[in-house]
Structure formats: structure tokens, C-alpha cells
């Protein structure tokens, strides 16, 4: 490297930074050559660095001999130029470059790295594979599109933290090696070397060690952290995922969904540029289920899960009074336009709610110009016909489509189809954020296979207060519980998509021990498994409450990404493998024998 090189590096501009103000300066950058032209004794080089592009030019009979060294530059080589910021031609002006009225007469040059032949082209119109962006992850982070996402990235996060300092929170991190506890996911287990065949768990959250912080009077406590969990991969999931974790002292519910709306103003604005109306409308669980079939609505479109039981009680189709007899519903949404969907289409559809959501079947009718048609209405009558189209809100050119079953599987099969569907004929507003909490989550819910209790969010949450009583009654098996406990929880819902979730903890050692009962955890285990929590909370634990957010899929949605993928400097496959690094991959013997472990393929 030469000497004019390296003394100048303090003295670097980025591309971008220059303007039609700083015509007539001599400048110094550093950077990739991101584009060449040589029309001979000519060459325009296109240099990037991080902030932009910006035009240089190299003649002839300005360079001399050192002119030899820009006909050498190809694509991605590393160079260092100087030269003089002059005012492009008026025609040579581009507008689609924010330095398009300037150029550089280039004085001196120096490549300082060369560059192989790169496997795809880093232009944004390059449509390269993701597998092999993905293994030169490096070469993708050099695209615009990626390069401005990680930028994102970081404007959130350090909003964020801006703001929740000026919120007096204390950032305090918790331990990355613990004790495997019970989720809701599979734990990432590290084996440890001291202690032979004991193993720590890598964190599925902090939930426990923040509620220890509250009951250790830290009072307001976050973290921006890394958190494992061991699942089935998808376009919104990783094996590790960055998460917001937020805990508060002294707080109820209202409280916290306010703090947070007033975050979200605050930040979206500043990082996004996108302002948002507060306060959040609220959604009890039970409405979203049975009015949208999901937890995590997409309001920005209709289409709405409407109960139609009692108009098709009397019918002759079997499918739909089997149902009923059976102890299940008849529900049914309206797809604006949809009557255009061909029977190839409606199969395909069929088949995809039979295998991922165990529908038996899709039931539909067309609205035509005589009212609803198909091959199962003659098993209906006018009367009931007439009623379904008024209850549906349907016109012609629409088209119904019925879910009968028993309610979770209905609810769960007409929420996907309504979302499938929605692209091509509700066709959500992109830019729109519609944010809404979902509120009075059930606390408790049936494992089909073992019959017992379980943690709909874990068991931490706290119960309704008015709820409290049916407490008792989930405990006693001489009852046959017909109530719904309630739990004090809460999840932010933006554009179909949950970027938050949180409770309101137990902080009454005994009550803890009742939920714990009621879930089957027997007090060896709950010791085993949470002795620590137990034992803090007999020591004066506050009233607290928190939430935690997906940085990862908020970042997702407002950068209008395909994947969290797509916002992740370094993610994993769906399959959970490294495409640039190769793990996992397995590691030696002597490490395993260290380790007093053993690898078996099964």
C-alpha cells in the first residue's frame, strides 16, 4: 500500500456525502468498484462504499502512466482514488443517482485488493438463488437491499434503547447458559465438560431471570438478546431470533399497552417515518378467533368468519348436520369476486386445508345472478338459501366457502384460507400498520393427546382476578369445568403478524404452587424445575408485568421482507444449516471423549 494511501484514510469522504457544494474540492475515497466502462482512453468507474455510489472517471492524459492500473479494475476490487469533485455534463446528468450531478477527474489511484469473478451480480436486479446469497452472504450484504436492511436494523435497535433510556429502564443481561425448563419449544442443549453429563439449556426467553430481577427491585428492565429455541423452521422463525425483553414493577395491564403504545409512536417515527395512531384497539381472544379464526387477525380486509349453525340446522347435507350433531359448527366466509375460482383451484385448496389443517372437505356455492348456485344447494331451501346469502352480505360474483367440524379445526382452516385468499381478492394496503391488542387469552388449554391442562403462553401468567375462583374447580376431577379462566395477557398484533406478547406475572408463591398443580407439575418437580422463582417469590416479590417483541419480525414487515431471513446479517436455512459456514457439522473425537459424550446416527 502506498504511503498516500494509508496517510490519507482519516481523511476519507463517503460517496454519498458528496454534493454540487463541494465542486472544486479534492477528495479522498475508498471503496468497491461496483461498475466499468473503458471507451478507450476512458474509464468510468462506479465506486460503493457503504453510504452510496459515486461516478469517477479516469482519462489518459491526466493519470499517465498510471493509467495501466485502471484498465486493470474489474468488478468488486478494492480501491482507494483521488481526485477532484467536478459538475457532470448536463446530459451526462443521472437522476437516478443521489450523486448523479457530480463526478470525480480521478488524480491518483491505488487498487488495493482484487477480486474473483463474483457467483452472482451484485445489482439490485440480480435474481440469484437464495441458497447461494446465502452462502456468499458476505457479497449479498454488499446489495442495497440487504445493506439498508441491516442499517434498519441497527436504527431500530438503538432507538429503541434510546428511548427506553429516557424511560429510566436499566439494560441488564441474563445468563446465556441455564437450567433446561419446560417453554413451549425444544431447548438447545450444551453439554458441560466440569460437570459430566449434565447439560445447560440455551435461553427460549429470559422469563424467569426478569421476573427475579423485579422481585430484586430493578423495577423497569430490558434487553435487546438472543434467544434459541429447537423448532420447525418457517419464513418468520429462526433457530435463534432476536427478541426486545421488557419487565415492569408495579404496573397492571393498561399501563404496560400504553408504555409500549407510546414507544411505537415514538420509534416508528423516527426510524420509519411512520406515523401512527394511538391508542391500539383492543380484541378479546375470543372474538378474533371466532369472527378471523386466528389469535393474530389481519385487519386491513374483511372477510370475517360468520356463524351460519342455525340457518343449515334443518338442511339435507350431511356434511354440514353431521357436523352439528357431532357438537361442532358451520361457518362460512364471502370471497369478494371469488366466483371467478375454478373448480382446479377449489381441489388444490381442498387438499391443502385436509393435509395442514385436517379439514374433511371445502363446502362452497357461487353467488350468481339467481342467487347461490352449486351442486349441494338443492339440499338447502330458498328460505335457508336466502338467509345464507343475507347473512354472508354476498352478491354476485362472490363466492362462499363452509368449514363444518368440530371449532378449532373450522376456525383454524377458514382463518387460513381467509389469508391465502386475500392477496388476490381483498388485496391488504402494504404500506398500512394496523396494530391491535389481543386481550383475555384463556389460560389454560386441552392437550387432545394426554387429555390434561396446559399453558396457552406458560406458566407464569397470571389469572383474571375475577377468574380466580375457577381456579379451585380446574383442580377438583369430580368437576366437569365448564368455565374459561382468563389470563391476564396480551399480544400486539401488526398486519396479521404477532411482533409482541406479555403478561402479568404471579407474584404469590402460592398461587404459583395452584397453577402448577393444575398443569400436572407436582411439587418435586416444580422445585427441580423452578425452585429458584419459588424461592424468590417467598421473599417480598412486587406486583410485575412484562412483554417481549420480535426485532427480527418487525423488521420484517416494515421493510417489506419475504423472510426474517432477509433481515438476519447471518441466518440459517429452513432446514437450520449455515450455507456460509456449514455448521452444524460434527466435531472430533477427542472432544466428544472430553466431553464424556458419544455420537450415534440414527
Known amino acids: 500500500m502506498k504511503d498516500w494511501v494509508r496517510k490519507n484514510f482519516k481523511n476519507r469522504v463517503h460517496a454519498e456525502s458528496l454534493t454540487t457544494k463541494d465542486i472544486g474540492k479534492k477528495v479522498f475515497l475508498c471503496g468497491w468498484a461496483f461498475r466499468f466502462r473503458d471507451q478507450g482512453g476512458v474509464i468510468f468507474i462506479d465506486l460503493r462504499d457503504r453510504s452510496g455510489i459515486v461516478q469517477i472517471v479516469a482519462r489518459k492524459e491526466a493519470l499517465g502512466e498510471s493509467f495501466h492500473l485502471a484498465e486493470k479494475i474489474r468488478s468488486e476490487f478494492v480501491i482507494a482514488v483521488e481526485g477532484e469533485l467536478v459538475a457532470r455534463d448536463k446530459e451526462a446528468v443521472n437522476p437516478k443517482m443521489k450523486t448523479g450531478e457530480v463526478e470525480i477527474i480521478l488524480s491518483s489511484l491505488e487498487i488495493l485488493n482484487t477480486s474473483k469473478t463474483p457467483p452472482f451480480s451484485l445489482d439490485e436486479y440480480d435474481a440469484s438463488g437464495e441458497e447461494v446469497r446465502l452462502k456468499y452472504r458476505y457479497l449479498d450484504m454488499r446489495t442495497n437491499e440487504l445493506k439498508d436492511r441491516m442499517i434498519m436494523r441497527h436504527k431500530l435497535i438503538f432507538a429503541i434503547r434510546n428511548y427506553l433510556n429516557k424511560k429510566e429502564f436499566l439494560e441488564i443481561e441474563t445468563p446465556i447458559l441455564n437450567k433446561s425448563t419446560p417453554e413451549g419449544a425444544r431447548d438447545f442443549l450444551v453439554p458441560s465438560r466440569l460437570n459430566a453429563g449434565e447439560f445447560y439449556a440455551l435461553p427460549q426467553s429470559p422469563q424467569i431471570f426478569k421476573q427475579i430481577l423485579m422481585i430484586g427491585g430493578m423495577e423497569k428492565y430490558f434487553q435487546i438478546v438472543k434467544c434459541f429455541r429447537d423448532e420447525d423452521l418457517r419464513a418468520d422463525r429462526q433457530p435463534e431470533f432476536t427478541q426486545l425483553d421488557m419487565e415492569y414493577a408495579f404496573v397492571d395491564e393498561e399501563e404496560i399497552q400504553a408504555s409500549i403504545e407510546d414507544m411505537m409512536k415514538e420509534v416508528f417515527s423516527e426510524v420509519f417515518q411512520k406515523n401512527i395512531t394511538t391508542p391500539f384497539p383492543r380484541m378479546v381472544y375470543k372474538q ?315
Open 288 to 602: 378474533a378467533i371466532e369472527e378471523y379464526g386466528s389469535d393474530k387477525p389481519d385487519l386491513r380486509f374483511g372477510m370475517k368468519l360468520v356463524n351460519v349453525s342455525e340457518i343449515v340446522k334443518d338442511c339435507d347435507f350431511q356434511v354440514f348436520t353431521g357436523a352439528l350433531q357431532s357438537g361442532g359448527i358451520v361457518k362460512a366466509i364471502c370471497v369478494p369476486g371469488g366466483a371467478q375460482i375454478s373448480r382446479k383451484e377449489i381441489d388444490e385448496l381442498t387438499q391443502w386445508l385436509g393435509r395442514d389443517y385436517r379439514s374433511k372437505g371445502l363446502a362452497y356455492m357461487k353467488h350468481g345472478a339467481n342467487g347461490l348456485e352449486s351442486t349441494i344447494t338443492k339440499r338447502f331451501s330458498e328460505e335457508a338459501l336466502t338467509k345464507l346469502a343475507k347473512a354472508m352480505n354476498s352478491k354476485e360474483g362472490d363466492m362462499l366457502f363452509f368449514g363444518a367440524d368440530k371449532p378449532s379445526i373450522v376456525h383454524n382452516s377458514l382463518g387460513a384460507l381467509r389469508l391465502k385468499l386475500a392477496d388476490k381478492y381483498e388485496t391488504p394496503n402494504p404500506d398500512e400498520l394496523n396494530f391491535s391488542w389481543i386481550v383475555d387469552f384463556p389460560m389454560f388449554e386441552k392437550d387432545e393427546e394426554t387429555n390434561s391442562w396446559i399453558s396457552l403462553h406458560h406458566p407464569f401468567t397470571s389469572p383474571k382476578s375475577e377468574d380466580m375462583p375457577l381456579l379451585d374447580d380446574l383442580m377438583d376431577a369430580s368437576k366437569n369445568f365448564q368455565g374459561e379462566v382468563r389470563a391476564k395477557a396480551y399480544d400486539l398484533v401488526l398486519n396479521g403478524n404477532e411482533i409482541g406478547g406479555g403478561s402479568i406475572r404471579i407474584f404469590d408463591e402460592s398461587l404459583q404452587t395452584k397453577v402448577f398443580q393444575i398443569l400436572g407439575i407436582d411439587a418435586e418437580s416444580a422445585k427441580e424445575k423452578f425452585g429458584f422463582l419459588l424461592d424468590a417469590l417467598s421473599f417480598g416479590a412486587p406486583p410485575h408485568g412484562g412483554i417481549a417483541f420480535g426485532i427480527d419480525r418487525i423488521l420484517m414487515i416494515l421493510t417489506k421482507a419475504d423472510s426474517i431471513r432477509d433481515v438476519i446479517a447471518f441466518p440459517k436455512t429452513q432446514k437450520g444449516t449455515c450455507m456460509m459456514s456449514g455448521c452444524p457439522t460434527p466435531v472430533g473425537a477427542d472432544q466428544l471423549e472430553e466431553l464424556k459424550l458419544r455420537a450415534i446416527k440414527l
